[in-house]
């Protein structure tokens, strides 16, 4: 595992663009926070990314359209949902559509890394 | 005393001021008692000088004594009268003889009078004249009066003897003209065919005058008789001079070139109200015609019809005679053809003629008849006075008229008027008398009836008590009706038994009998009638087996009735309120003569009935009324807007606390309307002069400085002439309203809490405002054990994280303390749906709390407004959210009105607006957007939730919602959304909705 991975974290809550980089950095990735869909990607991290954190409800382009977009792009970027939005069906469909986890919030740190390491492992298989 | 008995202008003669001081009550009582004789007074010296006018000479004549003193040629003699009361004064004066003679003089407004003047010498004691002294006393009135009745009486007299009516009206005219000073006077007749004037006469008009009237058209136009006629009304010229009307004929130009200058046009009618001609008087001076005249013309006119009336019928009569003797056989079928009884009798009054409709009525031969025979069929009240007037009118020539019963073949009688007429020879002497017998029974029973019905009407319109009424009704009909028995009974209030209420001639033992029997068919006729509402006819109770159950009929024949009709009398309604009956003593069977009677008397006796039930239940309900006012805190009013007329019931006053001697005025329910309401107050008043109905909440501000809650609901109609009036209640409600207002925290939170629990989009907000802050807690308290873990441990990163850990797990626990309520999840549904309908959803519910909220609010919504599609509740939703805000903007106004506007309107690009806007605090520079954020509020107890929630639902519409400071006071929040269909985004609108909801809050939880 590269530890100096790039993270991305895209959600408009700000609480979460300042406690999640802060963790993921005590994991050892390097971090990268957007404020919108649309910010990250006009940034230049898009391609060095390794992981995906984004978050499914946002304002202008949502979680979802972002995937879409990147698919459009051929950025095969792994994605990690969050959302605070506790619905049942909402995980499997997003599973469905290729992320490789959602997950709720709040959620444990040992659900986070669990869902990072799948997809770096994923990244390797690439 | 310039106008007194002191205006002199005499020397002093000693003896004549000796006599003076000789009166015991003084020179000024003296001249008080001259001036105040009803009379006018003059003195004059033994010379004939006019020395002193008493005050009502100088009023009538209103010249100056100077003037009056030259009277012989101030004119104020008439000038025909002049050269004798100059004759007559001089041989006075020369002779010392008193003189008594009748002048007309002018009067200061140029009418002559007559007068009787009367001249007296007032001798010294050597018979030496000292005074003359002059009492004129006006005697125009009775001379008017006599001249009158003696020409009336003229007329008649020559109208009575057969005089050509050409003489009648030529004297008619000439006594008018007499009496009438300066006056010229015409009578013109309406010719046979009704449509042109022909001469009557006009003794002193020119006959050139007289051609030019003759064969004028009978129209409003060709001159003023012509018109009277045509119009049969009174045609006043004052001045033909300035005269506009019967130009297209020159009538006027014609009129002033003979010399006259004002002329008054009567119709002359005849009884039946056919206009036979008119009366007209000219003058040569503009003239309006006083009350005496227009007396005068309706005597004369009178007068002139009956002339010409009579004349013209007698000449039709006289001529059906004579042409009988010359062709009897012909024309006595015209004369049997003659609606009346035709005879002649011979100068003797020996009844030689008789026609054949006499034999038949009387059922007696004209051979028995003949002579004096028919005076047999008169009626034995009758024949008496006749017997003593024939002979009597025989002797004086005159033609006469009389009115007497003639017996019927079948024994009753009927009324005739007997007119007869004497034929007079070329020498005079009468040669025979002709006579008609005009049945006038159906006249006269019509005028009894009449007047019978005029004074029950009366005693009804009167409040004559009932019992009165019904008794005076029974005995007018049993003197209309020979040989019955009347009676009314009157169905108790229970609806179960006869009531006794009238019966002045029957036998007591017999109305005893009858009241109180039970209704029902078996009791007897009139309990019959009341059951089955109808006639019901015993004709003869002898014979009669209904009733026996109660043996009506054996009761009846002991009081001696042998008939029985007994008719219901009915209320407008059709409820049968009594019974009419009528009795004989003989059987009989009622004609229709006796069905029209009763018929007539059982309806005034329902109004009668009527009317004094009524007014005992309008009493009754009166005072109902006034107690459960009272009980009820309740007053009623009325108000016709237009007139402003107000009504208060008594309650309404001691709601007021003012006194029912007060008239109400708006002013006046101003001076109590609490101050802040008073904005309250005129939007009513504006509300019901647009005709609307209202209903109010208000408060009165009692002199004594307490406060009432009234509850005011008010209904308009519009009456026949057009005009709308409220009626209206109000009640006080200011109990209520305490215990209302005591409860009105725990209400307005149960409020809130549902007015939230009903936001199906509040769900999922709160799992988001809650997850939030919890996964910011759970991150930071991770990385934070993860920094102090380390080595060596990050403590400064450890401290912030730890922090913002606080700050987070803080906010968690204000979402929390905040959202009181479990939220419901709610089917969103999405329709097509009228926003004015919508809207006025909301208002109706709002209402109650605006005005509670003393809010003024008007809508606006646009007629043409296209529908849009989306979630009904959702949109009521926010509109309800939108105007409560308003009205919490403006529950601290007191400087203005608290005005609430709500509009619908067309917006750009296909788009429907709704606009709220209020007259309150306004945005007070706050962010705009801020406004929008969950939980931002400016309201001490609101969660805020609202505006935030109002904006998802909106945006979920693909709508924007937006607020904008007024120019005044206060704020506009509006929304445009799109008009349907297809409005709400997504084909699975539900968790479109959800998840852009969220959204929303999202980013607002992230700017805190």
């Given at each position: ?42 940034s ?76 770096l ?6 | ?85 100059i ?7 020369s ?5 008594d003679?009748?002048y007309?003089?002018r ?19 050597d ?167 227009q ?15 009579r ?43 008789l026609?054949?409709?006499?034999c038949?009525y ?93 004074r ?5 319109a ?6 009165l ?6 005995k007018?009909?049993?003197?209309t ?11 108790d ?8 209420a ?6 007591a033992s ?10 029902i ?61 009528i ?35 309008l ?199 905040r ?83 709500i ?17 309150g ?68 609108s ?13 980013r607002?939880?992230?700017?805190p």
């Amino acid at each position: 595992m590269p530890i100096c991975s790039l993270v991305s974290v895209v959600d408009d809550d700000e609480s979460v663009r300042e406690s999640l980089p802060d963790l993921l950095k005590e994991f050892g990735f390097t971090v990268q926070a957007f404020s919108s869909a649309e910010e990250f990607l006009a940034s230049d991290c898009v391609t060095q990314t390794k992981c995906l954190i984004l978050d499914i409800a946002m304002p202008g382009m949502t979680g979802p359209d972002l995937q879409q977009e990147l698919i459009r792009r051929r950025q095969d970027i792994p994605i990690v949902f969050i959302t605070a939005h506790g619905e049942d069906n909402v995980r499997p469909r997003m599973l469905k559509e290729g992320a490789v986890e959602c997950l709720f919030k709040p959620f444990s740190e040992a659900a986070l890394l669990t869902a990072l390491n799948t997809a770096l492992q994923l990244n390797e298989l690439n | 005393m310039e106008h007194g008995a002191g205006s002199t202008g005499a020397q002093d003669d000693p003896e004549r001021a000796g006599d003076a001081k000789a009166l015991p009550a003084g020179e000024a009582q003296f001249r008080g008692i001259l001036d105040g004789i009803p009379g006018l007074v003059i003195t004059a010296a033994g010379t004939g000088e006019l020395e002193l006018f008493n005050a009502p000479v100088l009023e009538f004549f209103g010249k100056t004594p100077e003037e009056l003193r030259n009277w012989t040629i101030s004119g104020i003699v008439y000038p025909d009268d002049l050269p004798r009361l100059i004759e007559v004064f001089t041989v006075s004066m020369s002779t010392g003889c008193p003189y008594d003679l009748e002048y007309r003089l002018r009067r200061f407004d140029g009418v002559y009078r007559w007068f009787h003047g009367r001249a007296l010498p007032l001798r010294a004691s050597d018979g030496r004249i000292l005074n003359w002294c002059f009492l004129l006393t006006d005697v125009e009135d009775r001379r008017r009066a006599e001249a009158l009745l003696a020409s009336e009486n003229r007329l008649l007299e020559m109208v009575a003897g057969g005089v050509s009516i050409p003489k009648i009206l030529d004297e008619l005219c000439r006594l008018v003209e007499d009496t009438a000073t300066g006056s010229y006077c015409s009578v013109v007749l309406v010719d046979s065919t009704g449509t042109q004037l022909e001469h009557g006469a006009a003794p002193s008009l020119p006959s050139t005058f007289i051609k030019a009237i003759e064969g004028r058209p009978v129209n409003v136009d060709s001159g003023p008789c012509a018109m009277a006629a045509y119009l049969n009304e009174q045609v006043i010229s004052t001045d033909i001079a300035s005269e506009t009307r019967w130009a297209a004929y020159e009538w006027c130009p014609m009129a002033l070139a003979h010399g006259l200058r004002s002329c008054w046009s009567t119709p002359i009618s005849s009884t039946t109200g056919r206009v036979l001609g008119a009366f007209a008087i000219y003058y040569t001076e503009p003239k309006t015609p006083t009350t005496e005249d227009q007396v005068l013309i309706g005597q004369f006119t009178h007068i002139a019809s009956i002339a010409i009336e009579r004349q013209r019928s007698q000449t039709s009569l006289t001529l059906a005679l004579d042409e009988l003797k010359t062709s009897e056989g012909r024309l006595r079928t015209i004369i049997d053809a003659i609606p009346g009884l035709v005879w002649s009798a011979a100068p003797d009054g020996n009844v030689d003629f008789l026609s054949q409709p006499w034999c038949d009525y009387t059922g007696v031969s004209m051979e028995e008849s003949g002579g004096s025979g028919w005076a047999k069929t008169l009626h034995p009240e009758d024949a008496e006075r006749l017997t003593t007037y024939w002979p009597s009118l025989l002797a004086s020539g005159q033609p006469g008229e009389f009115e007497a019963r003639f017996r019927h073949f079948d024994g009753s009688c009927r009324w005739f008027l007997v007119r007869a007429v004497p034929l007079h020879d070329e020498t005079g002497q009468i040669i025979k008398w002709y006579g008609l017998n005009t049945d006038i029974e159906d006249r006269k029973r019509a005028d009894s009836l009449l007047a019978g019905e005029k004074r029950l009407l009366e005693m009804v319109a009167s409040s004559t008590p009932l019992a009165l009424i019904l008794e005076d009704l029974c005995k007018f009909v049993e003197a209309t009706v020979s040989e019955c028995y009347c009676s009314v009974l009157l169905v108790d209030p229970t609806r179960t038994h006869l009531q006794h209420a009238a019966g002045p001639s029957l036998p007591a033992s017999f109305n005893a009998s009858v009241n109180g029997l039970p209704l029902i068919v078996e009791s007897g006729p009139c309990a019959t009638a009341v059951c089955l509402n109808e006639q019901v006819i015993a004709a003869d109770i002898s014979l009669d087996t209904r009733w026996e159950q109660y043996a009506w009929c054996p009761m009846a024949l002991a009081n001696g009735l042998r008939a029985c009709w007994s008719t219901p009398i009915s209320s407008t309604t059709g409820m049968v309120l009594g019974i009419f009956a009528i009795y004989y003593t003989e059987p009989r069977t009622p004609t229709s003569w006796h069905q029209a009677l009763i018929g007539q008397f059982t309806h005034i006796a329902s109004i009668a009935i009527e009317r004094a039930q009524g007014e005992a239940a309008l009493r009754r309900s009166e005072a109902f009324l006034a107690k459960a006012q009272r009980l009820s805190s309740t007053g009623s009013f009325s108000w016709r807007v237009a007139t402003g007329e107000i009504t208060w019931s008594e309650q309404a006053y001691r709601i007021f606390g003012l006194s029912p001697a007060l008239p109400v005025t708006l002013e006046l329910i101003g001076s109590r309307v609490h101050p802040e309401d008073i904005p309250l107050m005129h939007d009513m008043v504006a509300r019901a002069q647009a005709g609307q109905d209202f209903e109010y909440e208000h408060r009165l501000q009692m002199p004594d400085g307490s406060t009432k809650y009234l509850h005011m609901l008010a209904h308009g109609t519009v009456d026949r002439e057009g005009q709308t009036e409220y009626i209206g209640a109000v009640q006080d409600v200011t109990e209520r309203r305490l215990s209302e207002e005591a409860l009105s925290k725990v209400r307005s939170e149960l409020a809130h809490v549902a007015r939230v629990t009903s936001l199906g989009a509040m769900t999922a907000s709160i799992a988001h405002e809650v997850n939030q802050p919890l996964s910011g807690i759970i991150t930071n308290a991770s990385t934070c054990l993860r920094m102090l873990a380390a080595n060596p441990p990050n403590i400064e990163g450890a401290l912030e994280t730890a922090r913002r850990t606080i700050r987070d797990g803080n906010r968690a626990s204000d979402v929390i303390t905040r959202l009181r309520a479990l939220f419901s999840k709610k089917e969103v549904v999405s329709e097509a749906l009228d926003l004015n309908e919508a809207t006025r959803e909301v208002v109706a519910l709002s209402l109650r709390d605006l005005q509670r909220s003393r809010v003024i609010l008007r809508s606006e919504l646009a007629n043409d407004l296209p529908s849009v599609t989306g979630d009904r509740v959702q949109l009521q939703q926010v509109i309800l959210n939108l105007l409560r805000n308003a009205s919490d903007a403006m529950a601290g106004i007191k400087d203005r009105p608290r005005e609430l506007v709500i509009k619908t309107e067309r917006d750009e690009c296909d788009h429907v607006r709704l606009t709220v806007q209020d007259t309150g605090i306004g945005l007070e520079g706050q962010g705009v957007d801020k406004l929008f954020e969950a939980f931002y509020t400016t309201k001490s107890n609101g969660m805020g939730i609202g505006l935030s929630v109002s904006r998802s639902i909106i945006e979920n519409h693909r709508g924007r919602l937006w607020a904008a400071p007024n120019d005044g006071p206060g704020a506009t929040f509006s929304f445009s959304i799109p008009r349907g269909p297809g409005a709400v985004t997504g084909a699975n609108s539900l968790g479109a909705m959800r998840t852009r909801a969220v959204t929303d809050a999202t980013r607002v939880m992230g700017n805190p």
